[in-house]
Protein backbone atom coordinates (compact mmCIF):
# COMPACT_ATOMS: atom_id res chain seq x y z
CA UNK A 1 0.00 0.00 0.00
CA UNK A 2 2.94 2.33 0.62
CA UNK A 3 4.40 1.31 -2.14
CA UNK A 4 1.80 2.05 -4.12
CA UNK A 5 1.11 5.71 -2.45
CA UNK A 6 4.93 6.77 -2.77
CA UNK A 7 4.46 5.70 -6.67
CA UNK A 8 1.12 7.81 -7.29
CA UNK A 9 2.74 10.89 -5.82
CA UNK A 10 5.91 10.48 -7.84
CA UNK A 11 3.79 10.49 -10.67
CA UNK A 12 2.01 13.74 -9.60
CA UNK A 13 5.22 14.98 -8.99
CA UNK A 14 6.91 14.67 -12.27
CA UNK A 15 3.23 14.66 -14.38
CA UNK A 16 3.06 18.67 -12.46
CA UNK A 17 7.13 19.25 -13.05
CA UNK A 18 6.37 18.51 -16.73
CA UNK A 19 3.30 20.78 -17.20
CA UNK A 20 5.20 23.97 -15.37
CA UNK A 21 8.40 23.19 -17.95
CA UNK A 22 8.01 25.78 -20.89
CA UNK A 23 7.04 25.20 -24.33
CA UNK A 24 8.66 25.97 -27.68
CA UNK A 25 7.35 29.23 -29.15
CA UNK A 26 6.66 27.20 -32.51
CA UNK A 27 6.28 23.82 -33.50
CA UNK A 28 7.99 22.05 -36.26
CA UNK A 29 7.18 21.42 -39.45
CA UNK A 30 7.34 17.78 -40.01
CA UNK A 31 9.11 17.02 -43.40
CA UNK A 32 9.29 13.39 -43.74
CA UNK A 33 10.04 10.09 -41.84
CA UNK A 34 11.91 7.69 -42.73
CA UNK A 35 12.17 4.22 -40.83
CA UNK A 36 15.17 2.58 -40.01
CA UNK A 37 14.05 -0.45 -37.77
CA UNK A 38 10.52 -2.72 -38.44
CA UNK A 39 9.00 -3.19 -35.78
CA UNK A 40 6.24 -6.30 -35.32
CA UNK A 41 2.70 -4.54 -34.52
CA UNK A 42 4.39 -1.46 -32.61
CA UNK A 43 5.66 1.82 -34.59
CA UNK A 44 9.03 1.41 -36.36
CA UNK A 45 12.22 3.60 -35.05
CA UNK A 46 12.18 6.49 -37.62
CA UNK A 47 14.56 9.60 -38.64
CA UNK A 48 12.17 12.28 -38.75
CA UNK A 49 13.42 15.54 -40.64
CA UNK A 50 11.83 18.81 -39.76
CA UNK A 51 11.82 22.45 -40.49
CA UNK A 52 11.31 25.56 -38.34
CA UNK A 53 12.44 29.41 -39.55
CA UNK A 54 14.41 31.61 -37.33
CA UNK A 55 12.06 33.35 -34.97
CA UNK A 56 14.12 36.59 -34.84
CA UNK A 57 15.36 36.42 -37.99
CA UNK A 58 13.91 36.57 -41.32
CA UNK A 59 14.75 35.10 -43.92
CA UNK A 60 16.15 31.85 -42.27
CA UNK A 61 15.31 28.64 -42.37
CA UNK A 62 17.12 25.64 -40.58
CA UNK A 63 16.09 21.43 -41.04
CA UNK A 64 17.14 19.35 -38.92
CA UNK A 65 16.84 15.13 -38.45
CA UNK A 66 16.39 13.20 -35.21
CA UNK A 67 15.43 10.01 -34.26
CA UNK A 68 12.35 8.88 -33.38
CA UNK A 69 12.07 5.54 -31.07
CA UNK A 70 9.06 3.25 -31.64
CA UNK A 71 8.34 -0.03 -30.16
CA UNK A 72 6.12 -0.06 -27.20
CA UNK A 73 7.95 2.81 -25.21
CA UNK A 74 8.11 5.11 -28.26
CA UNK A 75 4.38 4.24 -28.86
CA UNK A 76 3.21 5.07 -25.03
CA UNK A 77 5.62 8.48 -25.15
CA UNK A 78 8.07 7.61 -22.62
CA UNK A 79 10.82 6.61 -24.59
CA UNK A 80 14.13 8.37 -24.13
CA UNK A 81 15.44 9.48 -27.67
CA UNK A 82 18.64 9.34 -28.88
CA UNK A 83 20.73 12.37 -28.70
CA UNK A 84 21.84 12.37 -32.40
CA UNK A 85 20.93 15.32 -34.68
CA UNK A 86 21.74 16.76 -37.77
CA UNK A 87 21.28 20.63 -39.15
CA UNK A 88 21.18 22.70 -41.67
CA UNK A 89 20.38 26.34 -41.82
CA UNK A 90 20.12 28.58 -45.32
CA UNK A 91 19.09 31.96 -46.29
CA UNK A 92 15.83 31.58 -48.11
CA UNK A 93 14.71 35.25 -48.40
CA UNK A 94 16.01 38.70 -47.44
CA UNK A 95 17.61 38.32 -43.97
CA UNK A 96 15.95 40.92 -41.66
CA UNK A 97 16.51 40.97 -38.24
CA UNK A 98 13.91 41.61 -35.75
CA UNK A 99 15.78 42.31 -32.57
CA UNK A 100 19.19 42.68 -30.92
CA UNK A 101 19.97 38.95 -30.09
CA UNK A 102 22.73 37.51 -27.43
CA UNK A 103 25.37 34.95 -28.87
CA UNK A 104 23.59 31.58 -28.26
CA UNK A 105 20.62 32.87 -27.75
CA UNK A 106 17.68 29.66 -28.18
CA UNK A 107 15.84 29.81 -31.45
CA UNK A 108 14.30 26.33 -30.76
CA UNK A 109 14.16 23.54 -27.55
CA UNK A 110 11.52 20.42 -27.89
CA UNK A 111 11.56 17.49 -25.19
CA UNK A 112 13.16 14.28 -26.48
CA UNK A 113 12.41 12.33 -22.98
CA UNK A 114 9.50 12.16 -20.20
CA UNK A 115 11.31 14.88 -18.19
CA UNK A 116 15.24 14.97 -18.58
CA UNK A 117 16.47 15.46 -21.91
CA UNK A 118 15.77 17.88 -24.52
CA UNK A 119 17.13 19.01 -27.98
CA UNK A 120 18.26 22.64 -28.77
CA UNK A 121 19.06 25.12 -32.04
CA UNK A 122 20.99 28.17 -31.09
CA UNK A 123 21.97 31.01 -32.79
CA UNK A 124 24.95 33.25 -33.14
CA UNK A 125 27.15 35.63 -35.26
CA UNK A 126 30.44 35.49 -36.84
CA UNK A 127 30.83 39.24 -36.91
CA UNK A 128 34.08 39.22 -38.96
CA UNK A 129 32.74 37.17 -41.66
CA UNK A 130 29.09 38.42 -41.52
CA UNK A 131 27.42 34.81 -41.06
CA UNK A 132 24.93 33.59 -38.72
CA UNK A 133 26.07 30.21 -36.93
CA UNK A 134 23.58 27.00 -35.86
CA UNK A 135 24.41 24.92 -33.43
CA UNK A 136 21.78 21.94 -32.65
CA UNK A 137 22.22 19.62 -29.21
CA UNK A 138 20.75 17.53 -26.75
CA UNK A 139 21.55 18.04 -23.45
CA UNK A 140 20.62 15.64 -20.20
CA UNK A 141 19.54 17.07 -16.62
CA UNK A 142 21.65 14.43 -15.09
CA UNK A 143 24.83 14.16 -17.67
CA UNK A 144 24.44 15.93 -20.48
CA UNK A 145 25.45 15.34 -23.98
CA UNK A 146 28.26 15.83 -26.40
CA UNK A 147 26.39 15.18 -29.36
CA UNK A 148 26.15 17.97 -31.93
CA UNK A 149 26.17 19.92 -35.49
CA UNK A 150 26.92 22.98 -36.46
CA UNK A 151 25.23 25.04 -40.02
CA UNK A 152 26.52 28.41 -41.13
CA UNK A 153 24.22 31.30 -43.06
CA UNK A 154 26.30 33.58 -44.74
CA UNK A 155 24.49 36.74 -44.91
CA UNK A 156 23.70 37.69 -48.91
CA UNK A 157 22.17 40.59 -50.12
CA UNK A 158 19.38 39.38 -52.07
CA UNK A 159 17.58 40.98 -54.86
CA UNK A 160 17.81 44.98 -54.26
CA UNK A 161 17.73 44.03 -50.59
CA UNK A 162 21.23 44.82 -49.30
CA UNK A 163 23.11 42.12 -46.61
CA UNK A 164 22.53 43.29 -43.15
CA UNK A 165 25.51 43.32 -41.10
CA UNK A 166 24.71 40.32 -38.09
CA UNK A 167 27.32 42.00 -35.78
CA UNK A 168 25.22 45.57 -35.45
CA UNK A 169 22.17 43.05 -34.11
CA UNK A 170 24.45 41.22 -31.20
CA UNK A 171 23.34 42.58 -28.13
CA UNK A 172 26.05 43.91 -26.44
Same mark, same amino acid.
Given at each position: MRLRLL?? $? =??? *????? %?????????? +? !??????????????????? $? =??? *????? %?????????? +? !?????????????????????????????FKDKFEQGDEVFRQRRSLVFKKVQIVRGCDAKRNVLVYLIYSDKLIEGSPKNSTSTVPIMPWGDAPAPACADWVAE
Open positions: VS $A =TIV *IVCSW %VAILPATAQE +P !ELIFKRSTVWKFLTPDHKL $A =TYA *IDDPL %VDGVACHYTV +P !ETGGVSGMLGVAEELSDASLACRQIGPVK
